[in-house]
């Protein structure tokens, strides 16, 4: 459900007219990041760097500082989360077309993904439960976006509660998520880690015995980030056992055409750090 889910999410993030709202509040557009930590602290509330690098977690804390606070003297949250809903509206009647924006598929599914969404327990999950205490849209394709970002958050609240229980710290997560395959570790550049840091991190899993001299995952390495995503997988689970099989499986089906949609529009970056196809 991560796989079908996470494209409808994550296309604010790269989409022309998503940028084009985030121009309109005064954010420069000549790189996603500005607009990224807007559009995605924003149900934090006026968060500073510190509690946005927690939440958030693999990005470096340099990094983070350069966005926030200074993207709440741009514009409050609240305008932000206005916009944000304007942008997925013009990216989904962009991307799928207004006829499946207003049809009754789309409307089947954004209510069923507003059930798993409502059962998902929040507690310890930081950006899971600040977009999910936010009203719900009326427009069944701003709800069904709304619910893949509860959902989404609330998947990656856990992961981090994983990583923590695995002993990887912030970019020692990035590094043995690297070594395993995932993606290239240029790729991981995004996430502003210096290559000092980066050296450093590398250097404490091999003391672990979790990489080899050349960086790529030993059994042991690759055993431990198997064990995060099982247990990530484990978290998430909930909202999916509240849904139930049958309803899980018809919002699958009605997710298909959306999906393809998102993913054949060629504004997903293909490799990226999230280590599923097409996705960044």
Do not use: K
Request: glycine share 10%; charged share 20%; aromatic share 8%.
């Amino acid at each position: 459900m991560w796989h079908l889910l996470e494209p409808l999410h994550a296309v604010l993030y790269y989409a022309p007219e998503a940028f084009g709202e985030a121009a309109a509040l005064g954010y420069g557009v000549d790189e996603r990041w500005p607009s990224y930590f807007a559009w995605r602290a924003a149900p934090l509330g006026p968060a500073g760097g510190v509690r946005v690098a927690s939440a958030f977690y693999s990005f470096a804390p340099d990094m983070v500082d350069r966005y926030v606070p200074a993207a709440w003297d741009l514009a409050a949250p609240a305008d932000v989360l206005a916009a944000r809903l304007r942008a997925v509206d013009r990216t989904y009647r962009a991307v799928l077309g207004d006829g499946t924006v207003e049809g009754p598929e789309l409307a089947e599914a954004a209510a069923l993904a507003r059930r798993a969404a409502e059962a998902s327990v929040t507690a310890g999950r930081p950006l899971a439960a600040a977009n999910a205490a936010l009203p719900w849209p009326d427009a069944p394709h701003l709800v069904l976006w709304q619910a893949a970002t509860v959902l989404r958050e609330h998947r990656g609240d856990g992961h981090l509660a994983a990583l923590l229980a695995a002993g990887l710290d912030p970019v020692e997560a990035l590094v043995s998520f690297a070594a395993v395959g995932a993606a290239a570790e240029p790729v991981f550049t995004s996430r502003g880690w210096t290559e000092g840091e980066w050296a450093a991190a590398r250097a404490r899993l091999a003391a672990r015995g979790l990489v080899g001299p050349g960086g790529t995952a030993t059994a042991a390495g690759r055993a431990l980030r198997a064990e995060v995503e099982r247990r990530t997988d484990e978290l998430a689970a909930a909202p999916w056992a509240a849904l139930g099989p049958e309803a899980t499986a018809r919002l699958a089906d009605l997710l298909g055409g959306p999906w393809l949609a998102v993913i054949g529009s060629g504004l997903l970056p293909a490799e990226n750090t999230l280590g599923i196809g097409t996705i960044g």
